[in-house]
């Protein structure tokens, strides 16, 4: 396993991380999660992500759980704060009421006296920014979080926090947490750019795009049985890929991998991964052999050549926007 900073912090996390949208304490029974967390741990993954909202609250404590037989200094743990956890006016968003709330309720659930990262799931329009930035400052200095970072944010959001950040002389946001892979580029533009030239670095979610660049969906084909797809739970986030000339792309890109002697999935990790502002890619794993593949990804060099190869492709189908 290879480490980046996040940023112009000093925090160091694994090229490729470990999240649990989707999967864990819903998707994944109990053990084959704390499995795949414990062979990710063995395989030099330190960075593991998760969320309150995810299956509210279910995730934190499966992914607590796993961890809790570590050395608490071994790994980096990041959760998020934002999305709704209760039917009260003051169960959601980004005022200072639910943010020292919740941050206290996931403290609970992970088992942990503080949380390396505490992201902001989304922007809050409805509360002022100070307010938000005030909240997160006052838990960094309490000892319950280290760093702070977004997730989904705008430019310009990024660009304002820093700004307010560095006005108020509060510890200022380190990362963003967009969607980023090969189908969903958008943060290219803007997103990374303002991000770089401020000290922020992202840490992706969805490198393989819900799975489709795994290669498991075909055109033309019905849809696996087993796949995400085929789950009522989870298959509104995929069905928007599965466009006959998206996935004829993604079989394109699969006969590039296999002439680098790579899996579609390895080659998709290490395409992210080409960006200095990625610090890490985060996957995510139902079973074992997801994340010892997945994992060696970091040893995939793109030359040049490869790059320009894989643009050429991805050119075919500029403009799609899937649903996420």
């Known amino acids: 396993m290879r480490y980046r900073q996040i940023g112009n912090s000093g925090l160091r996390v694994s090229e490729v991380g ?61 959760t998020k704060v934002y999305f709704p956890m209760g039917d009260g006016p003051n169960d959601r968003g980004l005022s200072r009421k639910h943010i020292i709330e919740q941050c206290e309720a996931s403290l609970q659930r992970l088992g942990v006296d503080y949380i390396d990262l505490y992201q902001c799931h989304r922007f809050d329009p409805t509360v002022s920014l100070e307010e938000t930035l005030y909240a ?19 430019a310009a959001q990024i660009g304002q926090a820093i ?17 980023y892979n090969m189908l969903v580029r958008y943060i290219e533009k803007e997103v990374m750019p303002t991000c770089a030239q401020l000290g922020v ?19 033309g084909s019905q849809v696996p049985s087993e796949s995400r797809a085929a789950n009522d739970h989870t298959n509104h986030w995929i069905r928007s890929y599965l466009r006959d000339d998206v996935l004829t792309c993604v079989v394109k890109l699969e006969n590039i991998a296999k002439s680098l002697g790579a899996s579609l999935s390895q080659l ?9 502002n990625v610090a890490s890619a985060i996957i995510g794993a139902s079973r074992i052999a997801q994340v010892e593949e997945n994992v060696k990804a970091v040893e995939l060099e793109l030359t040049p050549d490869t ?8 050119h075919e189908i500029e403009g799609f926007v899937p649903i996420w």
């Open 307 to 314: 790059l320009r190869e894989i643009d050429e492709v991805l």
């Open 18 to 78: 470990l999240g649990s949208w989707l999967t864990y304490g819903n998707a994944t029974e109990r053990e084959t999660a704390i499995a795949c967390i414990d062979r990710a741990y063995e395989l030099g993954i330190n960075f593991f992500d998760t969320a309150n909202a995810y299956n509210r609250g279910q995730a934190e404590l499966v992914v607590g759980e796993a961890l809790r037989k570590y050395p608490r200094a071994s790994y980096v743990l990041a």
């Open 268 to 276: 998709a990790i290490a395409w992210t991964l080409r960006q200095q």
């Open 163 to 179: 700004a307010i950040a560095d006005k108020r002389n509060l510890h200022p946001i380190i990362s963003n947490q967009p969607i």
């Open 136 to 154: 997160l400052d006052d838990l960094i200095r309490a000892g319950k979080i280290l760093y702070a970072g977004v997730s989904e944010w705008s």
């Open 201 to 219: 670095g992202q840490v992706v979610f969805s490198p393989l795009a819900q799975g489709v660049l795994t290669g498991k969906y075909r055109p």
